[in-house]
């Protein structure tokens, strides 16, 4: 079969489908769209702007596909002979970068720090509209610590204290958590971060999902 391109969204569909499993029934209506890639089907009620960090090199972002795919380094098993049974081996199998749309993709990627300046100020210029809930979701390469992740939240607050138009939630998934931060004014500290853990086989099962869904 053959090698079947990497489709730009891919990685919104695995957050949607994370989302609901983790998170519940509130994340099933979200459809991909553009601006941003996840919307609830009426249009206006919750959108959530999906990103990868990273460092900015090409064994990085083959390393974030196994890690999402549940992979572990030098492993192949029968999750494996699935995934290549699709028709989806880029990065994990012998696939290879196929084309320029692919490396423009990957090449928008940042390091955190840098990808959250860069989504606040474009929410803040009106590109990605107004919704009831804004969130942002980032797949992190790096397997964050809570402390890290309370740093994050606090410097996506810190960015967007003065904007009329802001993110609600922060989403951080690295390779085994899912921390959900509460950007909202007056809430308690110890109440704005929630990690939920994610397992290796649930890494598998969105993984799996989401190539189906590009078919």
């Given at each position: 079969?053959?090698?079947?391109?990497?489709?730009?969204?891919?990685?919104?569909?695995?957050?949607?489908?994370?989302?609901?499993?983790?998170?519940?029934?509130?994340?099933?209506?979200?459809?991909?769209?553009?601006?941003?890639?996840?919307?609830?089907?009426?249009?206006?009620?919750?959108?959530?702007?999906?990103?990868?960090?990273?460092?900015?090199?090409?064994?990085?972002?083959?390393?974030?596909?196994?890690?999402?795919?549940?992979?572990?380094?030098?492993?192949?098993?029968?999750?494996?002979?699935?995934?290549?049974?699709?028709?989806?081996?880029?990065?994990?199998?012998?696939?290879?970068?196929?084309?320029?749309?692919?490396?423009?993709?990957?090449?928008?990627?940042?390091?955190?720090?840098?990808?959250?300046?860069?989504?606040?100020?474009?929410l803040g210029n009106g590109l990605y509209g107004h919704?009831?809930?804004?969130?942002?979701?980032?797949?992190?390469?790096?397997?964050?610590?809570?402390?890290?992740?309370?740093?994050?939240?606090?410097?996506?607050?810190?960015?967007?204290?003065?904007?009329?138009?802001?993110?609600?939630?922060?989403?951080?998934?690295?390779?085994?958590?899912?921390?959900?931060?509460?950007?909202?004014?007056?809430?308690?500290?110890?109440?704005?971060?929630?990690?939920?853990?994610?397992?290796?086989?649930?890494?598998?099962?969105?993984?799996?999902?989401?190539?189906?869904?590009?078919?």
């Amino acid at each position: 079969m053959a090698t079947r391109k990497f489709g730009t969204c891919f990685f919104e569909q695995y957050a949607q489908i994370s989302l609901s499993a983790l998170l519940g029934s509130e994340f099933d209506c979200l459809v991909n769209r553009d601006r941003p890639d996840l919307q609830s089907t009426d249009g206006h009620s919750i959108g959530i702007e999906v990103t990868r960090a990273m460092e900015e090199s090409k064994t990085a972002h083959l390393e974030l596909l196994r890690d999402v795919a549940g992979i572990t380094p030098g492993g192949h098993d029968e999750d494996m002979d699935r995934i290549l049974e699709y028709g989806y081996s880029y990065g994990l199998g012998e696939g290879k970068y196929i084309g320029f749309k692919e490396l423009s993709y990957w090449s928008m990627a940042l390091p955190l720090r840098r990808i959250i300046e860069s989504k606040v100020s474009k929410l803040g210029n009106g590109l990605y509209g107004h919704f009831d809930k804004m969130g942002l979701f980032v797949f992190s390469r790096e397997n964050l610590h809570e402390s890290e992740a309370q740093k994050a939240m606090d410097y996506t607050m810190s960015l967007q204290k003065y904007m009329d138009t802001r993110y609600n939630r922060l989403y951080l998934a690295d390779v085994d958590d899912l921390f959900v931060c509460n950007l909202d004014d007056g809430l308690m500290e110890s109440s704005r971060l929630v990690r939920y853990p994610v397992t290796q086989e649930q890494r598998k099962e969105f993984y799996l999902e989401a190539v189906q869904r590009q078919s």
